[in-house]
C-alpha cells in the first residue's frame, strides 16, 4: 500500500432508467472493523453479487483488498441500481481509498464498466446515453469498456478512454502510464452508413401492393398485406425501410440511444444511421413486444423507433399482445409503470402486418383451392380486433404470382425511384403541416384533417356509399381521408380528388370481407 489512506472517497457513475440517465456518487468508506464489504443504497441481485467480482478482480490485478470494513454507497438512495456497470466505479473507489489512485484525479470523472475476475473490463448497455447526460453535467473524460468506446465517442466536447483492464484506469490515474483517448468522425460514419442491401428492383410483380406500400411510406401509415404463402409479402415489408425517407443525425443518435439501452449495439457497432426494421416471432410475450420487466426495458416497438415494425402472421400473435400496440400506435411512446419506478421509450414505428386470407392460407387464390369452411374464415380473421384493424390505414391484397412473371427478365421500379418521389410527397406534407405529429398525414390531428382533407360532392357521395355497404367507424373514414392526402400529395394534387378517395376506399378489403 502506498501513500496515506483516505477513508472516503466519492467516483461518479450513471444509472440508466428508461432512456434517461441520472448520476449516481459511488461513495466508498473504509473503516476499522471486521473485514467486511457491504453494498448500499437501493443495488439490485446484479449489483450486491459484484463484491465478489471487484474483490477477485483487485487482488487478480495486483493490488492488495482493504482488511478492513468497506461500505460502498450509490447515492442517492431513492433510485433503484441494476446491471454490472457499477464494478469499475467501486474498485476504483476502494483502490483510492487505500491511496493508490490520487483523488484529486477522480474529479470530473465518470466510470462505468463490468470486471471480470482478472481484471479485465467487459462492456455493458447504456454507455451512450449515459456519456450524453456526462457531457450535459461538464464532466471532462468518461472511463468506459473498449467495447464502449466508439459508442461513448459520438459525444462531441469530452475525452473518452476505452478500457482494457483495471491496471490501465489505476496507472493512468497514477500518472504512470499514457492513454489515448478513442475519436471517431461520427457524421463521416453516419453518411458511410446509410446503406441498404435490399431494393424493390428484385421484386416481381405485385405492381398493386408496390403502390399501396409507396403510398403509405409517403403518409408514414400503417398497412397490412392479405395474401397466400409464397406471394411475396415479407420480401416486400423488408425492402419498406429503402423508400422511406433517410434519417437525420438527431434521428440516428435517438435510435442509437434504444439499442445501446438495449445492450443490441455489437462492439464493432457504433451509429443506427439506416432505418430500423424488427420482425418478432407471433410467439413473442407482451414484455417483449412492448417492454417492461421489474426495471423497464425497450421492447420491440422501442427498437423499431422510427422505422419498421413487421408482424408477419398476424393473427397467430396473442390476442392481448396486439391489443398492448392500440396506445402507442396512437402516442408515438410507450410509458412502463412499476412500483419502484415508471419508464418511457420511443415507439414512433410504422406497422407492417402480413396474414393469410384464411387458416390454409388459399382463400380467394387464382391456383389452389380452399379448404377451410366460411365459418373458419370468419374466426380466423376476427382475431384481429376491430380497434386494432381501425388504426391501420391501408389493406393491401397481395396475390399469388404466377410462372411467367417470376421467370421475366425485366427488373422492377428500383427503390431510389420509389423513393424520390416518396421524399417529394414528404416535403409537401411538411410545408403543410410543419411539425405537428411530425409533419405527416398519418400523424394530423382533427382539425388538421378538417383544414386539409376537404372533398367535393363527388368525393362525399363515394365516401357515403363506402360507409354504408362496409359499415366504417368514424376512425376508419379519418384513416380513408389520410390516405387520400397522401395519394394527391403524390400526384402534386393541392386538391383532393374522387379519384384519389376511390383508390383510398379500395386499400379497405379487409372491411369488405369481414362486413
Known sequence: MTGSINVFVKVLSMSVIGMESHPVQVEVDISQGLPQFYTVGLPDASVKESRDRIKAAIKNSGYPFPRDHVTVNLAPADIRKEGTGFDLP???GILAAQGMIPESSLQKCFFSGELSLDGSIKGVRGILPATFKAGELGLQSVFVPEDNAAEAAMVGGI????????????EFLSDRQPLETFSLDAEKLFFQGQRYDVDYAEIKGQKQALRALEIAAAGN???LMIGPPGSGKSMLAKRLPTILPGLTFEEAIEVTKVFSVSGLLGAGETLMATRPFRSPHHTISDVGLVGGGQMPHPGEISLAHLGVLFLDE???????????????????????TRSAVTASFPA???????MNPCPCGYFGDRVRSCRCSPQQIRQYQAKISGPLLDRI??????????YRTLTQKETGESSSLMKRRVDEARRRQKSRLGNVGGGTNARMTEKQIRSFCAIDEESHALMEMAIEKLGLSARAMNRILKVSRTIADLDGQENIGAVHVAEAIQYRSLDRRMV
Open 393 to 402: 390505414d391501408l389493406h393491401v391484397e397481395v396475390p399469388s404470382i404466377r
Open 221 to 223: 401509415h400503417n398497412v
Open 159 to 170: 475525452s473518452v478512454y476505452g478500457v482494457k483492464t483495471l491496471p490501465e484506469v489505476v
Open 348 to 354: 414512433e414505428f410504422m406497422l407492417v402486418a402480413a
Open 314 to 336: 398476424l393473427p397467430e400473435f396473442r390476442r392481448n399482445t396486439l391489443e398492448a400496440l392500440r396506445q402507442p400506435l396512437e402516442d408515438g411512446v410507450i410509458t412502463i
Open 90 to 92: 467501486i474498485a476504483v
